[in-house]
């Protein structure tokens, strides 16, 4: 193979690598906690998009009102979902390159 080839070839993968990163970044991950009373949104790139809670992530006696111990149920529910969005987007994008590399582990892909 002459280095042309080569220097090809390496382009192509460049740009595969380049187009599923795209790919990724535009691809939504979401993760709930508590039962679907907190549900965290966050991109292949592991930026959060959004924050849901339902009504019964609030106080069922007064949806108005929240005390201090929902609060800390909430952050708790909230850490939980977001760590679960970013660990999906981080094995998905594991995934995807491990593909497109053919099982080869380059140094700072991820």
Not at 35 to 47: E, R
Not at 89 to 95: G, H, L, N, Y
């Amino acid at each position: 193979m002459n280095i042309a080839q080569m220097m090809k070839q390496a382009q192509q993968m460049q740009k595969r690598l380049q187009d599923a990163q795209t790919e990724l970044a535009n691809t939504e991950f979401s993760a709930d906690a508590g039962n679907g009373a907190v549900t965290v949104t966050c991109d292949g790139q592991g930026t959060f998009k959004s924050i849901k809670l339902t009504k019964a992530a609030l106080n069922p006696e007064n949806p108005e009102s929240v005390d201090i111990d929902t609060v800390e149920m909430l952050e708790d529910l909230i850490s939980t979902a977001m760590n679960q969005a970013t660990s999906q987007a981080k094995t998905e994008m594991q995934t995807k390159m491990k593909s497109l590399t053919g099982g080869i582990n380059i140094p700072g892909l991820f």
